[in-house]
């Protein structure tokens, strides 16, 4: 069973508690000789602490090499060595479990190959669950308390028409995109134009979508719906028995009015069926004649 080595000790448990990477090394491969364990690799991180993973770089190294199946059993002084952050000893049983690879504490006696060791794992794997799931419904909260303040959420990026910068916490309005959503409601509204109208002009316009992608049917009626355009943030999008909106802090780009306007139009508006494909194997047909 190829076995990984993980050493850690940061520069003040070496000298308050006399912690020592080759005092470590020393007992688990001499632990690893016992059990007949060849080491695949030693992996040390030394003067760095375990407040998280991604920061050392050792037991990055070590968890690429358990996903690969380099790494079959995972051997470690003490849990802490590994982890103290019970998010991140989640993170790692879960990889751990997923890749078929062992793990084992000399100090804790824990070997996952003896019964009692898998036992002491699936404990540690129950309070694992039930702190996940802690975070789980914090982050909810979190996030219902925000939209509730006035805050937009962003989840992946800004509504087309608004920006928002790293680490604050209200979009603003980006000039050029706020121009097109004015245009988008005007050519709906007022011009009375299709949305197909709308998307070849956009495209021919060259005008690119937030993703720097060409427009299509979907983009622009996500605009037309888009209350953000009025003030409002928006939360639970996807998920319509959820959805919820609240007055937001950012600036609106135009007023109810017009934005009604287009709601009352869309409701009325004609459901378009896509075209149905034969089902021959022609990839061709009902192009070329």
């Given at each position: 069973?190829?076995?990984?080595?993980?050493?850690?000790?940061?520069?003040?448990?070496?000298?308050?508690?006399g912690f020592s990477i080759r005092g470590q090394e020393e007992k688990l491969k001499a632990?690893?000789?016992?059990?007949?364990?060849?080491?695949?690799?030693?992996?040390?991180?030394?003067?760095?602490?375990?407040?998280?993973?991604?920061?050392?770089?050792?037991?990055?190294?070590?968890?690429?090499?358990?996903?690969?199946?380099?790494?079959?059993?995972?051997?470690?002084?003490?849990?802490?060595?590994?982890?103290?952050?019970?998010?991140?000893?989640?993170?790692?049983?879960?990889?751990?479990?997923?890749?078929?690879?062992?793990?084992?504490?000399?100090?804790?006696?824990?070997?996952?190959?003896?019964?009692?060791?898998?036992?002491?794992?699936?404990?540690?794997?129950?309070?694992?669950?039930?702190?996940?799931?802690?975070?789980?419904?914090?982050?909810?909260?979190?996030?219902?308390?925000?939209?509730?303040?006035?805050?937009?959420?962003?989840?992946?990026?800004?509504?087309?028409?608004?920006?928002?910068?790293?680490?604050?916490?209200?979009?603003?309005?980006?000039?050029?995109?706020?121009t097109i959503v004015r245009e988008i409601y005007d050519m709906y509204v007022n011009q009375?134009?299709?949305?197909?109208?709308?998307?070849?002009?956009?495209?021919?316009?060259?005008?690119?979508?937030?993703?720097?992608?060409?427009?299509?049917?979907?983009?622009?009626?996500?605009?037309?719906?888009?209350?953000?355009?009025?003030?409002?943030?928006?939360?639970?999008?996807?998920?319509?028995?959820?959805?919820?909106?609240?007055?937001?802090?950012?600036?609106?780009?135009?007023?109810?009015?017009?934005?009604?306007?287009?709601?009352?139009?869309?409701?009325?508006?004609?459901?378009?069926?896509?075209?149905?494909?034969?089902?021959?194997?022609?990839?061709?047909?009902?192009?070329?004649?």
């Amino acid at each position: 069973m190829e076995t990984g080595i993980y050493v850690r000790v940061s520069t003040e448990e070496q000298v308050q508690e006399g912690f020592s990477i080759r005092g470590q090394e020393e007992k688990l491969k001499a632990y690893s000789r016992i059990k007949d364990w060849p080491i695949a690799d030693i992996y040390i991180d030394e003067g760095i602490s375990a407040k998280n993973i991604k920061d050392r770089p050792a037991v990055n190294r070590l968890i690429e090499d358990v996903k690969t199946g380099r790494v079959k059993n995972v051997l470690v002084y003490k849990i802490d060595r590994l982890t103290r952050s019970t998010a991140d000893l989640v993170y790692l049983v879960d990889v751990f479990n997923q890749h078929d690879c062992a793990f084992n504490s000399l100090m804790e006696s824990i070997d996952t190959q003896t019964a009692s060791g898998r036992m002491f794992l699936k404990i540690i794997g129950i309070f694992a669950e039930f702190e996940r799931e802690n975070i789980i419904e914090r982050v909810k909260m979190g996030r219902e308390r925000k939209v509730q303040e006035g805050y937009s959420l962003c989840s992946s990026h800004a509504s087309y028409g608004y920006d928002r910068e790293p680490g604050k916490k209200i979009q603003t309005i980006n000039d050029d995109e706020a121009t097109i959503v004015r245009e988008i409601y005007d050519m709906y509204v007022n011009q009375n134009m299709s949305l197909i109208s709308m998307v070849r002009l956009l495209n021919l316009r060259k005008v690119p979508t937030k993703k720097n992608k060409l427009w299509d049917r979907k983009n622009v009626k996500n605009i037309l719906t888009n209350s953000s355009y009025i003030g409002k943030v928006r939360h639970f999008i996807d998920d319509k028995p959820k959805y919820s909106e609240a007055d937001g802090l950012h600036e609106p780009i135009i007023d109810e009015e017009l934005f009604e306007a287009a709601q009352k139009k869309l409701a009325h508006a004609p459901s378009v069926t896509r075209t149905k494909r034969p089902l021959d194997a022609n990839y061709y047909m009902g192009f070329l004649y």
